[in-house]
C-alpha cells in the first residue's frame, strides 16, 4: 500500500491495529521514494502577457524537414513571430543552419519597418 | 546553433531565451504556428491539386490571409495593423491555384490571338504590385496586375479526387509535361473583373536570395514492369502425350481450310509431366490425353482444322498467374503435400469444359477484344473447417466486358436470407425433411447470350500449324456456354434453371423469385435456391427421387443427401423436439484465425459489462 495512503487511513481512523513502531514511522515528512515515483511534469505556465510594442519579444522556430522539396528547392521553413502582433515571418531554407541569415533578413526587414530593436529572441 | 549567430545576437544586443531540449511546450506560439501553417497548405495544395513541390507557394499564400486575420491575443486587431500600424486592404485576395485569364503586354501576343493567357493563381509577388501566376502552357511563371479571376475553378483539381495530386508535378523551369488546364467552360462564366489595381499588400517576406540551386525533383515515372518471364518449363520438353494423326497433315491443305472453321473443334490436351517438379501425376489424367469419342471422330472424319492444346502441369499454372487463395506462391503449393490434389483439380476442370463444349477455337476477328482469363485455386471445407474438396477454376475476367456488347442483363436472384429462415422454421415445426442438391459446374449449362471471346486459358495452349500470315496469337476460344466470372452468368444460370424447374411441376412463388414450391396430391416441397445450390424442404421421400432423377436429367448434380450444410451455415436437425439450431463454426474460426484470436479465451458475455445502454 502506498505510504500517503496508509498514512490518510490512519489518520481518518479507518483502520485500526496498526503497530505503533509502525506508525510512528509514518510522519509527515519527505518521503524521498514517493517523490521518485510520482513526480510529474509542471503545468505549463499560461502564456505571460504580449509585449508592449513590436520586436521587444519575438519568437523563432524552424520546422522541417519536408519530406519533399519545394519548387525553389527548400526542406524548411523557419518561423518568426513577433510577440505583440502575432506577425508572422517564414522564411524558407534548405539547410539549418541557413536560419543565421534568415535571422538577419529578418531583423533587418522588421526593425527598418516598425522602427523598433529585437529585444528577446 | 552557430557561434557567429549568437556573436551576432550579442553584439545587436539581443537577449536570448532557449526553450528546454526536447520540451516543444515552452514554444507554444510558433509550435502552433507552424502546425497551422502546416495545415493550411494541406488545404491550399488539396484544394488546388497542385502537387506537393508547390508547398513553399502554399505556405506564402497561406500567410497572406493569416496576417490579415485577427488572431485569438489581438482581436479585433488584425497583426498587419499592429505591425504597420494601419489597416490592410483586402481588395487582392484570391483562392490559390485559381483559374485566372491574364492580360498579354501587346508585344506578347500574336497579332488576331486574344490578349489572354489562361494561368493559376500562385501568389502575392513581394516586390511588385499585382499578383503572381503561374503558366502551364510555357511553364513560366507570370507577373500580373491584369487579370480576370475564376475564382470556383480550379484547372489542376481532379474532380472526384480528394487529396493532393501527385501526378502533377511542375517543375520549374524544366518545363516537363504538365496537363493543360481544362478548356475552360467557354467564357460564358461569371467575369468577375480585377479591381483596379490597388497594391497588394506586400508580404513581409521576401524569399532569402540567393536561393539555393534548386533541388530537382525526380518525376513519378512508373516503374519499369518487367516483362513476364518465359515459362522454363515448357520449352524443349518432349509431350508425353502422342500426337494425333490429323497433326501431320500438309502445310499446304490449311489455307484451304475455310475462314471459320467448324464448330467441333478438336481440343486435344497433352498432359506433361516434368520430372524436375516431382511431382507424379495421377495415372489417369496422362491416360487422358485425348478427347471423348465424339470429338476425335470429327476430327478424323474431314479434313478440318487439327489443333493440339497442351495442358501444363497445373502447378505451372499456378506458377504463372494463377493465385490461390490460400497458397500464396508456387513454393507453398510444391512444399505442400497436397500439390497432387490441386493437379487433380485442374485437370477435372479441363475436362469438365472439353466435355461440355464450353468454348471453341476461333481466330479473333477483327474489332473484337479477347477477355482474359486466369486460374483460381480454392479448398472447399466442411462445416466443422476440415477440407472437403480442392477445386481450380478458370475464370474469365468478366470485369473487362462491356455493356451492350457483352451483355445487357445481369439481374439474377437468390433467396434472401430472411426466406432461408422461415423456410428452415417451417421445416422444424412441420418436421420436414432437409435435403441439399448442388448442381455442378452449374453456370456451364446455359448457351450464353452474347459473343464473347476469351484469351486462352493459363495452361492451354495454342501448338497446331498456323495458316501461313497468320498470327497464333490470335487464336482464342469463343465462349459458348457460360463461364465463371462472366458477368451474366449468373443470369443466364437462373433463367435455364427456371426452365427446366417449371417443365418438372416447380411453381416459382411470387414474393421471392427463388423459391420454388412443388405440390402434387399430399408432396410438398418448398426449394430456395442460392444461385446452384437447392435446399428442398419436403414432407415426402417419394417425391424427392422424383425431382432427383428430373433435375439429373438436365443437369450433373452433385446430391448432398440429407441438409447439414447450407452456405456455409451449419443446420442440425433435432426431429423429436421440432427444433433446427443454426450455427457458423466453420465461419467464426477463419475470423478468428484472421484476427488472430484463435487462441484467446472464451467469454460468456462477449461485450463489455459495464456499458450502460440508454436510448
Given amino acids: 500500500m502506498p505510504h500517503s495512503a496508509l498514512q490518510h487511513l490512519i489518520r481518518a481512523g479507518s483502520i485500526d491495529g496498526i503497530p505503533d513502531r509502525v506508525t510512528g514511522a509514518i510522519t509527515d515528512d519527505f518521503c524521498e521514494d514517493c517523490v521518485n515515483r510520482k513526480l510529474t511534469w509542471a503545468p505549463h505556465s499560461k502564456p505571460a502577457a504580449c509585449a508592449e510594442h513590436p520586436l521587444l519579444q519575438v519568437f523563432s522556430d524552424v520546422h522541417g524537414p519536408i519530406p519533399v522539396h519545394s519548387r525553389q528547392g527548400h526542406c524548411y521553413w523557419v518561423t518568426f513571430i513577433d510577440d505583440h502582433s502575432q506577425f508572422p515571418a517564414v522564411y524558407f531554407i534548405a539547410r539549418k543552419s541557413e536560419v543565421y541569415g534568415a535571422f538577419r533578413k529578418y531583423k533587418a526587414w522588421a526593425e527598418n519597418l516598425t522602427g523598433q530593436q529585437i529585444s528577446i529572441l | ?615
Wanted: aromatic share 6%; charged share 20%.
Fill in chain 2, 1 to 615: 546553433m552557430s557561434g557567429d549567430f549568437d556573436d551576432f545576437l550579442t553584439g545587436a544586443g539581443i537577449r536570448r531565451e532557449h526553450s528546454i531540449h526536447d520540451m516543444p511546450q515552452q514554444l507554444g506560439v510558433t509550435e502552433w504556428m507552424n502546425r497551422s501553417i502546416a495545415e493550411g497548405v494541406t488545404t491550399l495544395l488539396s484544394q488546388s491539386g497542385l502537387a506537393c513541390t508547390w508547398w513553399e507557394d502554399a505556405v506564402m499564400h497561406w500567410l497572406h490571409g493569416k496576417i490579415h486575420l485577427p488572431s485569438s491575443s489581438t482581436a479585433p486587431l488584425t497583426p498587419f495593423e499592429l505591425f504597420y500600424g494601419r489597416k490592410p486592404d483586402l481588395s487582392s485576395m484570391r483562392p490559390f491555384g485559381c483559374l485566372t485569364y491574364v492580360h498579354l503586354q501587346k508585344d506578347q501576343h500574336p497579332a488576331l490571338l486574344p490578349p489572354t493567357t489562361q494561368c493559376i493563381l500562385i501568389g502575392y509577388p513581394t516586390d511588385y504590385k499585382g499578383w503572381r501566376f503561374w503558366d502551364p502552357q510555357t511553364c513560366k511563371m507570370v507577373i500580373s496586375d491584369s487579370a480576370v479571376f475564376h475564382e470556383s475553378t480550379f484547372p489542376f483539381h481532379k474532380p472526384g479526387l480528394s487529396g493532393v495530386d501527385m501526378s502533377v508535378n511542375p517543375i520549374l523551369p524544366a518545363g516537363a509535361a504538365t496537363p493543360d488546364p481544362p478548356d475552360p467552360p467557354a467564357i460564358r462564366f461569371p467575369t468577375i473583373l480585377a479591381d483596379p489595381l490597388e497594391p497588394p499588400a506586400p508580404l513581409p517576406v521576401p524569399a532569402i536570395q540567393p536561393s539555393p540551386a534548386p533541388v530537382p525533383v525526380p518525376e513519378p515515372m512508373p516503374a519499369p514492369v518487367p516483362a513476364p518471364t518465359a515459362d522454363p518449363l515448357d520449352s524443349g520438353q518432349p509431350d508425353l502425350a502422342p500426337q494425333l494423326p490429323a497433326h501431320a497433315l500438309p502445310l499446304h491443305d490449311l489455307p484451304e481450310c475455310p475462314r471459320t472453321p467448324p464448330a467441333v473443334k478438336q481440343l486435344t490436351s497433352h498432359f506433361k509431366h516434368h520430372p524436375s517438379l516431382g511431382l507424379p501425376l495421377p495415372p489417369k489424367c496422362v491416360s487422358r490425353a485425348r478427347l471423348p469419342g465424339a470429338l476425335a471422330e470429327a476430327n478424323s472424319a474431314g479434313p478440318t482444322h487439327s489443333f493440339a492444346i497442351p495442358l501444363v502441369d497445373a502447378v505451372e499454372c499456378a506458377l504463372n498467374t494463377s493465385i490461390s487463395i490460400k497458397l500464396k506462391t508456387l513454393a507453398d503449393v510444391l512444399k505442400r503435400p497436397d500439390a497432387d490434389k490441386w493437379v487433380a483439380a485442374a485437370l477435372a476442370e479441363i475436362e469438365a469444359h472439353l466435355q461440355n463444349g464450353t468454348w471453341e477455337l476461333v481466330q479473333l476477328p477483327p474489332g473484337r477484344c479477347a477477355i482474359g482469363s486466369r486460374w483460381v485455386f480454392k479448398i472447399k471445407r466442411l462445416p466443422d473447417g476440415s477440407i472437403d474438396k480442392y477445386k481450380g477454376r478458370i475464370m474469365a475476367q468478366g470485369y473487362s466486358q462491356v455493356q451492350g456488347i457483352h451483355y445487357n442483363e445481369i439481374f439474377a436472384s437468390t433467396a434472401r436470407m430472411a426466406t432461408m429462415h422461415t423456410i428452415l422454421a417451417i421445416a422444424a415445426v412441420e418436421d420436414l425433411e432437409l435435403e441439399s442438391v448442388d448442381i455442378s459446374t452449374a453456370f456451364l449449362n446455359r448457351d450464353i447470350d452474347a459473343e464473347i471471346y476469351m484469351k486462352i486459358p493459363e495452361g492451354l495452349e495454342f501448338e497446331g500449324d498456323p495458316r501461313p500470315g497468320e498470327d497464333p496469337k490470335r487464336w482464342v476460344v469463343h465462349l459458348l456456354k457460360g463461364l465463371y466470372g462472366i458477368k451474366q452468368g449468373p443470369r443466364i444460370w437462373a433463367l435455364k434453371l427456371h426452365l427446366v424447374l417449371t417443365s418438372i411441376g416447380f411453381e416459382r412463388i411470387d414474393c421471392d423469385y427463388s423459391v420454388y414450391v412443388y405440390s402434387h396430391s399430399n408432396d410438398h416441397i418448398m426449394m430456395p435456391i442460392h444461385i446452384d445450390n437447392l435446399l428442398l424442404a419436403l414432407n415426402s421421400k417419394a417425391a424427392i427421387q422424383c425431382v432427383k432423377s428430373d433435375l439429373m436429367a438436365h443437369f450433373k448434380i452433385h446430391d448432398q443427401g440429407l441438409t447439414t450444410l447450407i452456405l456455409g451455415i451449419k443446420i442440425e436437425h433435432d426431429c423429436t423436439a421440432c427444433t433446427i439450431s443454426l450455427s457458423q463454426p466453420g465461419y467464426v474460426e477463419s475470423i478468428l484465425e484472421q484476427f488472430r484470436m484463435i487462441n484467446c479465451n472464451p467469454s460468456l458475455t462477449p461485450m463489455d459489462k459495464n456499458q450502460k445502454l440508454s436510448a
